[in-house]
């Protein structure tokens, strides 16, 4: 977070005519935290916090946050991932490989690891992405068909590298894809992506901007659209919503969420266009993003009642649906003290990602509360506390 949060909040609050004490019962944000802000004792704070004060105080979350640099990898997930990062760097090869890539070949391998990247299999990735990367640069170097398979391998390594929280690759490697894309819905898919890193980032004003701008290229004639044309769309609009939602637009938010859902409602079910995971849209994907808004905004009770009309074991254990979903309700289970539910939400998402689940910053903040609230933990518990790496 930018150093002037604390003098904007107090700013903001003495012009609101709110005290330290009648800011904190209005946030649920603690006194002693509002306090280290405005004096500076502390120069950052969570995107969430940061919404519940701007919320409290009548304001935009981006009135108060200048840039919120969300919490990146460390040091150790930098290092496990290095050969990735010096792949998407290389510069283009100029001594020729004893076996050139083909165009069947590059194709046929690009096929063989999408399911990785569903099916969350990081460790797998880290051996095959490397190779891949560079096998299609080369062929891309000379043959022009190569672009669209390279922008649609670009794009899944800055969704991988969002996933695990190692931000600055991912901008290279989205900024690469939507630059690689030969037509407006693969830039568009792309830009979706990079929406979502955005939006990990904390950059709410540049994501919604973005979103904002690529739903207004892409907005199809309902009446012919193809579904690859209603799945980007949207998607946009959902992360619209999801920037609004978060930098305290709630009308913004609702709004751009009622178009997306007009979007599932012409495809008419769920809907995986070219059999990509990433562009997978419907109905039940609007109502998981509304059950996600509804969190955001402070009503667990809410997340729970839209949770329970959604058919969610029907889905694939994917992170870009189904896990985060799960995030969510184990989220408001722990807020309404239902502890034991929410232990059982988290062993669901466990059994289906481990590897991912290890990477969520929210997984280690629920989990953190809950353990914090039990005088004795059950073995479930110290596992999956051991599982997100959280602090004895």
Known sequence: MSANLGVRLQGIRKRRGLSQRELSELSGVSVSLIRKLEQGERDDTRLETARRLANALKVPTTRLIAEHANVAADEETEEHWAPVHTALAAPPATDRLSEEPTYDGVRDALRAVVPLFAGDRFADLVTALPPLLRDIEVFTETDPRGRPLRA?????????MTQTRQFDAADMALERAMDDA???????????????????????????????HWADEVEPRMSRATSAELSTWGWLLLRLSAAAIRDNRPGEAKDALRLARSAAVALGEECTPDGDFLRAFGPVTVALKR???AMVAGRPDDVLSLAARIPVDTLEPTSNNRNRHLLDV?????????????VDTFQ???AGSPQWLSHQRLATDVLKRIVSKRRTLTPEMRELADLVSLPV
């Open 348 to 350: 669901k998402i466990r």
């Open 152 to 160: 649609r391998l670009l794009e899944l390594t800055g969704w991988l």
């Open 182 to 212: 030969t037509d407006r819905i693969q830039a568009a898919a792309s830009a979706n992506v990079r929406c979502w890193l955005l939006l990990r980032r904390g950059q709410l004003a540049e994501a919604r901007e973005l979103a904002a």
């Open 291 to 293: 059950a996600e808004n």
């Open 330 to 342: 184990a989220g408001a289970q722990t807020h309404l003290r239902q502890y034991a539910e929410a």
